[in-house]
Nanobody, 115 residues
Framework: QVQLVESGGGLVQPGGSLRLSCAVS????????MRWYRQVPGLERELVAS????????NYADFVKGRFTISRDNAKNTMYLQMNSPKPEDTAVYYC????????WGQGTQVTVSS
């Protein structure tokens, strides 16, 4: 079965750092592009970053450029989001998305940025 499992979320102070992970199974991870999304309750889910199947191409939303880095390790079937200098407005549930089939989602991991 296709499974995407996010981890690494939690409480982080503004200006700190956090690394999220997305462990993938059930399909050939290296063959598909991946994305990170985030969502605040009551608001629309928004795209944070995307990465090509090989990791050679990355794209970022304007609100995270220069602060977050998306990466992947195809040998480990894992995608990462390195969050540097997070801001309170980065508080959200972060979701892993696979561009496989009709699209698959993880369960999400909560990130709270607060002092």
């Amino acid at each position: 079965q296709v499974q995407l499992v996010e981890s690494g979320g939690g409480l982080v102070q503004p200006g700190g750092s956090l690394r999220l992970s997305c462990a993938v199974s059930g399909f050939t991870f290296s063959g598909f592009a991946m994305r990170w999304y985030r969502q605040v309750p009551g608001l629309e889910r928004e795209l944070v970053a995307s990465i090509s199947s090989t990791g050679g191409t990355t794209n970022y939303a304007d609100f995270v450029k220069g602060r977050f880095t998306i990466s992947r390790d195809n040998a480990k079937n894992t995608m990462y989001l390195q969050m540097n200098s997070p801001k309170p407005e980065d508080t959200a549930v972060y979701y892993c998305n696979a561009r496989y089939g009709n699209g698959y989602w993880g369960q999400g991991t909560q990130v709270t940025v607060s002092s």
